[in-house]
């Protein structure tokens, strides 16, 4: 069973992935779009599906099943919890959903034609997922800790 569950857990952290690296990218191209035009709008589409039909539902099911498999783990009271590469990798995790939120806040806005923010500012954005992805599949992988 637990082979199951990190199957389904990985599919959904890539899902979440894709759409965290991608929503930021469209940011950068929704800014060169003038409020109101046909492009802006196809562009509130496009972030509005994205993040609800996509990164929403991944995010529920990577953390769903992320927390069953460190109830699972290795034969102690806590499971994986008691070790302390997870609890960092918990952070990194937490510091992914306050950037999740952060782009729904900013999915809001564009809809609202209320962008405060620059092409340049999105961009750096887009590299923050990719940063804390990184960190995340190390500890992961080498349970440094």
Same mark, same amino acid.
């Given at each position: 069973?637990?082979?199951?569950? @990190?199957?389904? !857990?990985?599919?959904?952290?890539? #899902?979440?992935?894709?759409?965290?690296?991608? @929503?930021? *990218?469209?940011?950068?191209? !929704?800014?060169?779009?003038?409020?109101?035009? /046909?492009?802006?709008?196809?562009?509130?589409?496009?972030?509005?599906?994205?993040? !609800?039909?996509?990164?929403?539902?991944?995010?529920?099911?990577?953390?769903?099943?992320?927390?069953?498999?460190?109830?699972?783990?290795?034969?102690?009271?806590?499971?994986?919890?008691?070790?302390?590469? @997870?609890?960092?990798?918990?952070?990194?995790?937490?510091?992914?959903?306050?950037?999740?939120?952060?782009?729904? *806040?900013? /999915? *809001?806005?564009?809809?609202?034609?209320?962008?405060? !923010?620059?092409?340049?500012?999105? *961009?750096?954005?887009?590299?923050?997922? #990719? /940063?804390?992805?990184?960190?995340?599949?190390?500890?992961?992988?080498?349970?440094?800790?």
């Amino acid at each position: 069973m637990y082979q199951w569950i @990190l199957a389904f !857990h990985i599919i959904g952290v890539i #899902a979440w992935m894709a759409g965290m690296l991608y @929503l930021p *990218r469209l940011f950068v191209y !929704h800014c060169a779009a003038e409020p109101g035009s /046909v492009q802006s709008e196809t562009f509130k589409v496009m972030e509005r599906r994205l993040l !609800h039909g996509i990164i929403d539902p991944a995010m529920i099911i990577s953390f769903a099943l992320g927390l069953w498999l460190g109830w699972l783990g290795p034969d102690s009271r806590y499971g994986w919890f008691a070790t302390g590469w @997870l609890q960092a990798k918990i952070v990194l995790v937490l510091a992914m959903a306050a950037l999740h939120g952060f782009l729904v *806040r900013w /999915v *809001r806005a564009f809809g609202r034609d209320q962008n405060r !923010h620059s092409e340049k500012f999105y *961009r750096i954005i887009n590299e923050i997922p #990719a /940063v804390l992805m990184v960190a995340v599949v190390l500890l992961a992988v080498l349970k440094p800790f």
